[in-house]
T-cell receptor
Framework: KQEVTQIPAALSVPEGENLVLNCSFTDSAIYNLQWFRQDPGKGLTSLLLIQSSQREQTSGRLNASLDKSSGRSTLYIAASQPGDSATYLCVRAGGTSYGKLTFGQGTILTVHP | GAGVSQSPSNKVTEKGKDVELRCDPISGHTALYWYRQSLGQGLEFLIYFQGNSAPDKSGLPSDRFSAERTGGSVSTLTIQRTQQEDSAVYLC?????????????FGPGTRLTVT
């Protein structure tokens, strides 16, 4: 069974801290790995997508890395802000149907002023 | 440009009734996906359409669930004889498709409540 695990399940930090969200997956035969944020009552917003041939992607204060051999990805958020508060989802594409996404349970991030 | 849209945004229905949920993907996106997110649970894949290929229905939880995609664009997810456990947010996504899966763009979702 293809699984995606995210640690921690919840994280509360003061504004300005740098933080790391962790994701692990059981099947290294992935096509890509995506990080999304989900705000309460809203849909998903894609943050970063890393193709299987890549090792990392950066966008602004966000940096995501991918290590296929160990089945891990990390999302690094620099200088966190209250507006970063959301649920962050690690999502793996691949497996028997490459269009199918497997979602982690998410990390609930709270950044307090 | 316009993103993925879904309708209705909220639907309350009585147990046993049928419901239809609609998804309008981004124009030009050949791949369309349905997911659901139940309360306190993660996102669950339901079905995936890619062009004219047979859809991947491996995530549909029962034969009460079906989906169509007409003309390679709009999709309808139908749930027959709804049950309370069907209550969830149903999310639709679309993407371009090539040799590798492209980034998926999600709609705002339809919140279904079965009473």
């Amino acid at each position: 069974k293809q699984e995606v695990t995210q640690i921690p399940a919840a994280l509360s930090v003061p504004e300005g801290e740098n933080l790391v969200l962790n994701c692990s997956f059981t099947d290294s035969a992935i096509y890509n790995l995506q990080w999304f944020r989900q705000d309460p009552g809203k849909g998903l917003t894609s943050l970063l997508l890393i193709q299987s041939s890549q090792r990392e992607q950066t966008s602004g204060r966000l940096n995501a890395s991918l290590d296929k051999s160990s089945g891990r990805s990390t999302l690094y958020i620099a200088a966190s802000q209250p507006g970063d508060s959301a649920t962050y989802l690690c999502v793996r594409a691949g497996g028997t149907s490459y269009g199918k996404l497997t979602f982690g349970q998410g990390t609930i991030l709270t950044v307090h002023p | 440009g316009a993103g993925v849209s879904q309708s209705p945004s909220n639907k309350v229905t009585e147990k046993g009734k049928d419901v239809e949920l609609r998804c309008d993907p981004i124009s030009g996106h050949t791949a369309l996906y349905w997911y659901r997110q139940s309360l306190g649970q993660g996102l669950e894949f339901l079905i995936y359409f890619q062009g004219n290929s047979a859809p991947d229905k491996s995530g549909l939880p029962s034969d009460r669930f079906s989906a169509e995609r007409t003309g390679g664009s709009v999709s309808t997810l139908t749930i027959q004889r709804t049950q309370q456990e069907d209550s969830a947010v149903y999310l639709c996504a679309s993407s371009l498709q090539g040799l590798t899966p492209y980034e998926q763009y999600f709609g705002p979702g339809t919140r279904l409540t079965v009473t």
